[in-house]
């Protein structure tokens, strides 16, 4: 599936302020966006990730997110038909890319990264860190323990 967030798990590292780094990205269908393997604030983007995802579900419009290292971001659109366009973009010329899917494919596969995630944060002792729980706050009928 294109336009989709992939995360490298075995990349996962906790800087000495507590953030965590890893590799996210997504998917398209030509190119991964930024790039395959981009490295970032994993947890904290995943957090804001849903949080446009729960806006567009609940009001319907555009929310950008962006990536937390390097002049990145996502544009979520609602469109008709039950669908979410993802315009991916960037500062730097010849980045990005657009896609448009079901936008309850994307919230399913999310949800199916996002758990992985705090599999790994929870094997890693990581649980009880404020973005983890922030994270977790967003699927809470899904028992990832």
């Not at 998917?27 to 990730?49: I, T, Y």
Request: aromatic share 10%.
């Amino acid at each position: 599936m294109t336009g989709t967030v992939c995360c490298d798990v075995t990349s996962f590292e906790m800087s000495n302020s507590g953030a965590i780094w890893g590799g996210v990205w997504i998917s398209g269908k030509e190119q991964d966006f930024p790039e395959h393997g981009w490295n970032d604030l994993v947890v904290a983007f995943l957090v804001e990730l849903h949080r446009a995802v729960d806006q567009i579900r609940r009001v319907g419009g555009h929310v950008r997110v962006r990536f937390f290292d390097g002049p990145y971001w996502l544009d979520l659109k609602a469109e008709q038909g039950g669908l979410l366009s993802i315009e991916a973009a960037g500062e730097k010329a010849g980045v990005g890319f657009n896609n448009t899917l079901d936008f309850r494919d994307f919230e399913h596969h999310l949800i199916d990264e996002t758990i992985l995630v705090l599999r790994e944060c929870k094997i890693r002792g990581w649980s009880e860190q404020s973005d983890v729980q922030l994270l977790a706050s967003h699927i809470p009928n899904v028992h990832w323990h």
